[in-house]
C-alpha cells in the first residue's frame, strides 16, 4: 500500500516545508500546498532568511518546472514567489536560476486563468525593480505577455494594476542605465505594438 504524504502544516519550520517538497515532488497538489504556506510566512524575517538559506527558491522552480500544467500550483508558486521577493536575496536568488522563464512560461500555459494571470503580473512587477530582472523580461518577450493579459482580462483591475507596475518598472529601469537606456525601452515598444 502507498505511504500517504503528509500534510503542510501552516506554522511548521521552513525546512520541514521544503523537505516535504523534496521528498513528494511528483504529489503537484503537496506542492501547490507548500508553496501557499511559503507565501503567507514570507513576512516573517527569521522564516525568510532560513527560506534563503535552504535553497527555497529553487524548490519552488522545480515544482513549477515538474508540473507546468498545474495551474494552482503555478499560480501560488508566482505568489509565493512575489510575496517572497521582498527580500532582495530572494530577487537575486530568483532571476540568476532562470525564474523569470518560469514565470513567463506560467503566463504563457493559462492566459485564460485570471488567478495565475494576476500573481504572475504581481511576481514580475516586484522582479522588474532590478534591472537585471527588468532585462530578462523583456529578453523573454515579456512585455507582449504583460500587454496580452491586460488585453485579455480587461475588466480585471487588480491584474490591470499588476501589470501596470510591472511595465513601468521595466520602464524605469532604462533610467537608472546608460547601456540598456535604448535597447529596454525601443524592445518595451516593440512588443507592445505587436499585440494584435
Not at 23 to 50: D, S, T
Not at 51 to 70: D, K, S, T
Not at 95 to 118: E, W, Y
Not at 144 to 173: F, K, W
Request: net charge negative; aromatic share 6%; proline share 4%.
Amino acid at each position: 500500500m502507498p505511504m500517504k504524504a503528509p500534510e503542510v502544516h501552516l506554522d511548521a519550520p521552513v525546512q520541514e516545508v521544503l523537505e516535504i517538497m523534496r521528498l513528494y515532488p511528483q504529489l503537484a497538489g503537496l506542492q501547490e500546498e507548500a508553496c501557499v504556506v511559503l507565501g503567507n510566512r514570507a513576512m516573517e524575517h527569521e522564516f525568510l532568511g532560513e527560506f534563503v538559506l535552504q535553497r527555497g527558491v529553487e524548490q519552488i522552480l522545480l515544482a513549477m518546472r515538474n508540473h507546468p500544467h498545474h495551474s494552482g500550483l503555478q499560480g501560488h508558486a508566482s505568489a509565493a514567489l512575489y510575496s517572497l521577493s521582498s527580500n532582495v536575496n530572494v530577487r537575486s536568488s530568483l532571476i540568476s536560476a532562470g525564474g523569470l522563464g518560469d514565470i513567463l512560461s506560467a503566463m504563457r500555459n493559462f492566459p485564460g486563468f485570471i488567478a495565475v494571470q494576476h500573481r504572475c503580473l504581481a511576481a514580475l512587477s516586484i522582479l522588474a525593480t532590478e534591472v537585471d530582472g527588468a532585462i530578462r523580461i523583456v529578453d523573454g518577450g515579456g512585455a507582449r505577455d504583460i500587454v496580452q493579459a491586460m488585453s485579455t482580462h480587461s475588466d480585471h483591475p487588480g491584474l490591470q494594476e499588476a501589470a501596470c507596475y510591472a511595465i513601468c518598472n521595466i520602464t524605469g529601469q532604462a533610467e537608472t542605465t546608460t547601456v540598456t537606456d535604448f535597447r529596454l525601452n525601443w524592445i518595451v515598444f516593440a512588443q507592445l505594438c505587436s499585440i494584435g
